[in-house]
C-alpha cells in the first residue's frame, strides 16, 4: 500500500486550536493529510481548499468550468490534475491517471445524500459517510480521490439542478 492510498477505515477528525489545518484525515496508520475548512466559497469561488501531505506535498481542491458545469479539481503544486470529476444529476465521475471511478448516492432523500458509495468498473470499491465523514475502503483508493468525494458528498457540481441558466429555444 503506497502512502497516498487509503485502504481499511479512514475519517476526518476536527484539528486543535484556530488556522490551518481545520481537519486532518486519519487512518490506523496516522494522518494522511492535513486539511482546510470545508467551505463552499473556498472550493468555487476562491483560492481553493489546503491539502497537505505528511511529506509536505501540497495539494488544492479548487474548481474548472466543463460545458455549464463548475466542477471541483484537486490539483498538485505545478497546477496538474491529481483528481478530477466529471458533471452528473447527483452521479459523478471521478478520474486520475490511473484509474476511472463512479460515485454514486446509495441513499435518498430531498438534501445530499448521507451515504456514497465508489465503484470502478462493476465493483465497489469503497464507502463513504457524509457527516461525519468516513470512508470504508474495500480496495487501495488514491488519496486525492478520497479528498474530491468530501467536497462532492458536501456540495456536488456547481451548475446541476437548474443552479445555473439553460440555454431555451425561442
Not at 445524500?113 to 470499491?125: K, P
Not at 483508493?141 to 456547481?158: I, K, S, Y
Request: glycine share 12%; with cysteine.
Amino acid at each position: 500500500m503506497r502512502p497516498d492510498e487509503v485502504v481499511g477505515s479512514a475519517r476526518v477528525v476536527d484539528a486543535s486550536g484556530f488556522g490551518f489545518p481545520d481537519s486532518r484525515l486519519v487512518d490506523v496508520r496516522g494522518t494522511l493529510a492535513e486539511v482546510g475548512r470545508l467551505s463552499w466559497f473556498n472550493v468555487f469561488l476562491g483560492r481553493g481548499m489546503l491539502v497537505v501531505l505528511p511529506n509536505g506535498t501540497r495539494w488544492r481542491v479548487g474548481a474548472a468550468a466543463r460545458s455549464r458545469w463548475v466542477c471541483p479539481v484537486v490539483v498538485d503544486e505545478r497546477g496538474g490534475a491529481v483528481a478530477r470529476c466529471g458533471p452528473g444529476d447527483a452521479n459523478y465521475g471521478i478520474s486520475t491517471r490511473e484509474h476511472a471511478y463512479s460515485l454514486n448516492p446509495a441513499t435518498g432523500g430531498s438534501r445530499r445524500a448521507q451515504r456514497w458509495t465508489l465503484h470502478e468498473y462493476e465493483s465497489e470499491v469503497a464507502v463513504f459517510e457524509r457527516q461525519p465523514f468516513t470512508v470504508m475502503a474495500a480496495e487501495p483508493v488514491a488519496l486525492g480521490v478520497v479528498v474530491l468525494a468530501r467536497v462532492l458528498c458536501a456540495f456536488g457540481v456547481l451548475g446541476e439542478r437548474d443552479l445555473m441558466p439553460r440555454m431555451q429555444p425561442q
